[in-house]
């Protein structure tokens, strides 16, 4: 079943270690283990990870810029990397905004 598991999500042989937030890794347990499920903490798990899928995403392109054997696959890797990272600083300005208008409604 694992093997069939990694073949679908592309998982290399080789599994790396990620890191998550402690609070992220009890959301999860609280969801998958005990069941326990509502909107925000939905929403918060989903975010979260896909925040964290974003940032995997920008250090394999990192990575594959500054390994790269010719300088025209560094300078492909490099655009790649470059967009991704300026996407995500565009995404956390307007979070930010955001987080700061719902403040303001909660403050007053």
Excluded: P
């Amino acid at each position: 079943m694992m093997s069939i598991l990694r073949l679908k999500i592309g998982v290399q042989k080789d599994m790396s270690k990620v890191q998550i937030d402690k609070q992220l890794f009890l959301d999860v347990c609280q969801y998958v283990i005990l069941g326990n499920r509502n909107h925000y903490r939905d929403e918060y798990i989903k975010d979260q990870l896909f925040d964290k899928l974003e940032s995997m995403s920008r250090r394999e392109s990192y990575t594959e810029a500054m390994t790269a054997v010719t300088d025209e696959e560094r300078e492909k890797a490099m655009i790649k990397y470059i967009e991704k990272a300026s996407k995500n600083q565009y995404k956390n300005s307007v979070d930010t905004n955001i987080n700061n208008t719902e403040l303001g409604i909660y403050i007053f």
